[in-house]
């Protein structure tokens, strides 16, 4: 990894106490413990965050960081880069986080930055998680840190559904890919208008995957599709 190669960085102790740390038993060892400023407890209560009734918290109930949206603002150049709104420092090789509510006397939250060579030249950067050591896109805020999906462990949310919530939300997805936002499976007429460039192909494809799930949807209702009126147009307005 050409990160670990870069001056000072492969020998700065901080630098090394972050990539020992491990999930859920917290830092490996208490040297690195008591220079990350964290302790078990503290990863205890992320523990408690995890869950939310019963369930696993997802992934879009939590803020994060792209290391795209950061790249498209520049933010991994030689020089240093200060992010006052996302409480960030960047350079080319790492990223410093700094959390709030964090003690004065904690460092930020070092993330190595890592570059892979893309096909057409040029490089692409990615985040180095703490935790696993995956090289991953997105980081997401949880109790002070940031961490990959994996190790938080976090959920989309039609992992928490049914069979048919999951078919819903997926003609849901259907419509507005075709231009009906405010249609309701199942209680609406599928007919929209194929929209404007799309190839008639796609809109064919669309049109049928959309008819055969909210067929399935049907399945055992005593209601048939109506059409649209005036009033249920305003309803969906207002909302």
Not at 168 to 176: E, Q, T, V
Not at 201 to 219: F, N, P, S
Request: hydrophobic share 35%; charged share 30%.
């Amino acid at each position: 990894m050409a990160l670990l190669t870069e001056g000072s960085l492969a020998t700065d102790p901080l630098f090394l106490a972050q990539i020992e740390v491990k999930i859920p038993g917290g830092p490996t060892t208490p040297e690195a413990s008591r220079q990350l400023g964290v302790t078990n407890e503290v990863v205890e209560t992320d523990a408690h965050l995890q869950w939310e009734g019963g369930m696993r918290i997802t992934v879009d109930s939590l803020s994060h960081i792209d290391v795209n949206h950061l790249h498209r603002l520049g933010a991994f150049k030689e020089v240093t880069m200060w992010y006052p709104f996302m409480r960030l420092r960047t350079n080319r090789w790492v990223v410093e986080y700094f959390h709030a509510r964090s003690p004065a006397d904690r460092p930020p939250q070092r993330i190595p930055i890592q570059w892979t060579h893309c096909t057409f030249g040029r490089a692409r950067p990615w985040f180095m998680c703490l935790f696993c050591g995956r090289r991953v896109g997105k980081l997401h805020y949880a109790n002070g840190f940031l961490g990959c999906r994996t190790c938080g462990p976090l959920v989309y949310e039609p992992q928490r559904a049914g069979r048919k919530r999951r078919l819903y939300m997926k003609a849901k997805r259907i419509r507005r890919r075709l231009g009906d936002y405010d249609g309701r499976p199942c209680i609406d007429v599928f007919q929209p208008p194929r929209p404007y460039r799309m190839h008639r192909k796609t809109y064919a494809r669309l049109q049928r995957e959309g008819e055969e799930i909210e067929r399935q949807l049907r399945q055992g209702r005593v209601y048939a599709p109506r059409e649209r009126t005036k009033c249920d147009a305003t309803r969906s307005v207002r909302c």
